[in-house]
């Protein structure tokens, strides 16, 4: 019985010790650096090389089929001739199509509105490489059949986007670690080491042009060719912490 009592003791014992050593090799290593915390915002200034453009076509019928066609051939004429100036397909997308039964006012609320005609809208996106054509790509497309311009918005394409992040993240770093080096030697001590780096955001605004938002069934008017590409910044932060001594 004895023997039993001190194999079960041993046994407990083998057990705690197993369990406060798993324990202890869980607990946070303390540490005592010295940091000074700092952070930093880059900005790279470019201009835009890419434009996006939403063309639509918008057709008006009492009977829905022939508004359909109708804005069907429209749109077709506007494709081919945008495929005919060079644009790929593969920068043309459909964002968008309705059919909308306008009604006419009626204050009867038993009675059903009469239907006065259909409305047709079909949404095209045009992605341009060429910003400087943007103009007489918007006058092409109107007349070809778009009779209304939604969005013409100026941007950076991914690969501009990617570049020029990548320097605007060297500006920021450099940005702080200059403030580093400032506050260091303020108090005399020297930084010798980085222990945490933070890479936040970055932000590539979209410029967009709002002359053509408001332009419905433009029809055979001439459209402004003229477009101010302007500049874009980019920008991108980072937070580091330094080691001082």
Do not use: W
């Amino acid at each position: 019985m004895r023997g039993k009592i001190a194999f079960l003791g041993i046994a407990l014992m083998v057990l705690c010790a197993a369990v406060i050593g798993n324990v202890t090799a869980q607990l946070p290593e303390e540490s005592n650096d010295k940091l000074i915390h700092v952070s930093g915002t880059g900005k790279v200034t470019t201009t835009p090389d890419l434009a996006i453009i939403v063309l639509s076509v918008e057709t008006e019928n009492a009977d829905a089929k022939i508004a359909q066609q109708q804005n069907a051939q429209k749109m077709d004429a506007v494709v081919s001739a945008l495929k005919g100036a060079g644009i790929p397909a593969k920068d043309l997308r459909t964002t968008g199509y309705t059919i909308i039964p306008v009604t006419e006012q009626n204050d009867k609320p038993l009675v059903s509105a009469k239907i006065r005609f259909y409305r047709v809208i079909n949404n095209l996106e045009v992605r341009l490489d060429d910003v400087d054509r943007t103009g007489e790509i918007i006058d092409l497309a109107v007349a070809s059949g778009a009779n209304r311009v939604d969005r013409l918005s100026l941007t950076l394409s991914d690969a501009k986007q990617q570049e020029f992040r990548s320097e605007a993240l060297t500006a920021a770093v450099a940005q702080a670690r200059g403030d580093a080096d400032a506050v260091a030697a303020a108090l005399g001590k020297t930084i010798v080491d980085v222990k945490e780096v933070n890479v936040g955001n970055s932000y590539v605004p979209m410029l967009y042009d709002n002359r053509y938002a408001a332009m419905e069934k433009a029809g055979g008017a001439a459209v402004p060719t003229p477009i101010e590409v302007g500049e874009i910044d980019v920008t991108a932060s980072v937070s580091i912490a330094y080691v001082i001594t």
